[in-house]
Structures are given as structure tokens and as C-alpha cells.
């Protein structure tokens, strides 16, 4: 129990292990998260992509040639973007930088300055004693002295099987972009139902992709379940903070990956700079700090905490 350390594919990993959840933190790719396996249920929930090794990149990177699953989280941007004056590369920044960590007691915190946006991250990683949660608490301080609009999203990669479903409260949904879907109306419409399909629900594998904004939510989470309403797995968060979602899925059509994304996001549309004239953005004026905490559920449904939200 506790924290070990152990090389996964010559990247320095850190284990978190407790009596009901094990995680895996890999701070040389901005602090991913590479496993999330319950104890009792004896079940892995993150999705890898096993042709590639665990290895940090360049900044500047691509992401989807480099895409191996894991919870990533995309701060500054999203798509490659010129906000503020700055130049920011594919899904960011974070990604490709490497953090420093510390170790103390039980808890495990990654945080290093992102050096185009001039944003200083800092992340602690504790595991809940009595629940199947990873707490997450973070500070994001504007280090650049020059105001800051940003995007900042949870990133999570998920192992789906056909009849899991999606659980939000999201009101309503809008395809992101008709290159990453199929469907073809581009309309907002009243989420889940969609060309009479219900987009919550995950499909065979049959070479198609979704990609959803969802939004006007009510109640702060993000859940996927299981076919049989055994498991699950979420986020719950600050609604102040993320106030959007993002769903994206591959049932083959993404490189032929099987897999679908959680994604409470603090932006939206994609471009920053669209989200910044809507006031529908993240912004930090220099000195300015966001603390927040994000808790990562990973257990049956009996004792899923949303229920409680």
C-alpha cells in the first residue's frame, strides 16, 4: 500500500495502491494517468493503446499518431491555435511537458511551469480511504504576466463494450465537427436523442465516430456505465470551473480504436478564441490562480457518488 515506483517502457511510473483502487501516474507525460483498476472488481477502466510504448514526446507533437489512451488533460487548446499572441501546438502544451513530482505520505503531486503559456500546474493525487475516488486538487497560477484565455479539459480514455451508456445531465448537445461523426445534423438538439439515435448508448464496432459538445448541465458530472449497470466510471467537479462536456467515441472509426473520452471541459466551441469573444473560456489575469478539486469515481453503481450530487 501506498506509493511505489516502478520504469513501464523506460518511463518512470508511480503507483498508487490502496485496499480499493490502484492508479498509475507517468509525470514525464504531463502527469497521465495510465491505469485505474478497482481492487474489489478486479477491473482495469482505462483504455491503452497497446501498439505504442509509454514514452514521453516533443513539444509540438501530434497527438492522434501519438495517441495511447490514459486520462490526459489539454491545457492551453485544443486544436493547433494563436491565442493571446502565442502559438500553441496539437491538444497543447501539457501533454509533452515533463513535471517534477513529490512524493509525501499518500499523496503524489506532479507540477512544473507550461513554458509557451507561461501557466504554472500543479496537481495532487490522493486516494479516498473509505470510496472507490481519486481526489484531485490543482492549482493553476498565471505565471506570464500577460492575461491568459484558455482551455483546460479532462482528457479520459475508456475500455467501452457495446450497450455502455453515457450518464450526464446535459440538457443539450451539438456535433463538434461532421468530419468526426455519424450523424449529420448539426444542430443543437435535446441530448441524448439524435436522427432518432440514441447517442448515449455505445454501438458495435462499425466504423463510426462521435463527437459531442453537451452542455446546459445542471449537476456537475460525468459518468460512463456498464452494459449490466455493474460499474462505473466519472468525474465530478467544480461546475464554476467546467462547465461544459465533451464526449468523444471510436467504435472503429478513429484508427480503428474501440473506445470513448470523458471530457469535462471549461471551453467551448474547439477554438479558444471563438470561446473567448462568447465569454465561454478559462482566464487568468497575470498573478491570477484557479484551486480547484476534481474527484475521479471507479466502482460499482450501488455506491456511485453523482448519486448524491
Known amino acids: ?13 508511480l503507483i498508487l495502491k490502496n485496499d480499493l483502487l490502484q492508479t498509475t501516474v507517468v509525470p514525464s507525460m504531463g502527469g497521465k494517468l495510465i491505469s485505474v483498476y478497482n481492487r474489489k472488481l478486479h477491473r482495469e477502466f482505462i483504455w491503452l493503446n497497446k501498439n505504442l510504448p509509454i514514452r514521453s514526446h516533443a513539444t509540438g507533437a501530434d497527438y492522434d499518431s501519438n495517441f495511447i489512451g490514459g486520462i490526459d488533460e489539454l491545457i492551453p487548446n485544443d486544436i493547433p491555435e494563436t491565442i493571446d ?12 511537458t515533463a513535471l517534477d513530482y513529490e512524493v509525501r505520505g ?13 501557466l504554472h500546474y500543479r496537481k495532487t493525487i490522493r486516494l479516498d480511504d473509505l470510496k472507490p475516488v481519486i481526489h484531485l486538487d490543482y492549482q493553476i497560477k498565471n505565471e506570464s504576466g500577460n492575461i491568459r484565455n484558455f482551455l483546460w479539459k479532462m482528457h479520459a480514455a475508456l475500455i467501452i463494450e457495446t450497450g455502455d ?7 443539450h448537445g451539438k456535433v463538434v465537427d461532421p468530419a468526426y461523426s455519424r450523424f449529420t445534423d448539426m444542430d443543437e438538439f435535446k441530448w441524448p436523442l439524435i436522427e432518432n439515435t440514441d447517442a448515449a448508448i455505445v454501438p458495435e464496432k462499425n ?9 446546459d448541465i445542471p449537476s456537475p458530472h460525468m459518468h460512463w456505465i456498464d452494459k449490466n449497470k455493474t460499474c462505473s466510471f466519472g468525474f465530478i467537479y467544480a461546475q464554476k470551473v467546467f462547465t461544459y462536456q465533451w464526449y468523444f467515441a471510436s467504435y472503429g472509426g478513429f484508427l480503428d480504436h ?49 448519486k448524491n450530487e
Open 1 to 13: 500500500m501506498g506509493i511505489s515506483i516502478k520504469k513501464i517502457d523506460g518511463a518512470e511510473a
Open 106 to 118: 499518500n499523496d503524489l503531486t506532479v507540477s512544473g511551469k507550461l513554458k509557451l503559456s507561461g
Open 258 to 306: 474501440y473506445m470513448a473520452v470523458l471530457e469535462p471541459c471549461s471551453s467551448m466551441p474547439i477554438l479558444v478564441n471563438e470561446a473567448k469573444k462568447m465569454n465561454q473560456c478559462s482566464r487568468l489575469n497575470p498573478g491570477e490562480t484557479i484551486q480547484t478539486t476534481v474527484q475521479i469515481f471507479a466502482g460499482g453503481t450501488e455506491n456511485n457518488i453523482s
Open 165 to 171: 451508456r453515457l450518464v450526464t445531465p446535459a440538457v
Open 85 to 96: 499572441s502565442v502559438s500553441y501546438p496539437d491538444h497543447g502544451e501539457l501533454w509533452t
Open 207 to 215: 466504423n463510426s465516430v462521435d463527437f459531442f459538445y453537451l452542455y
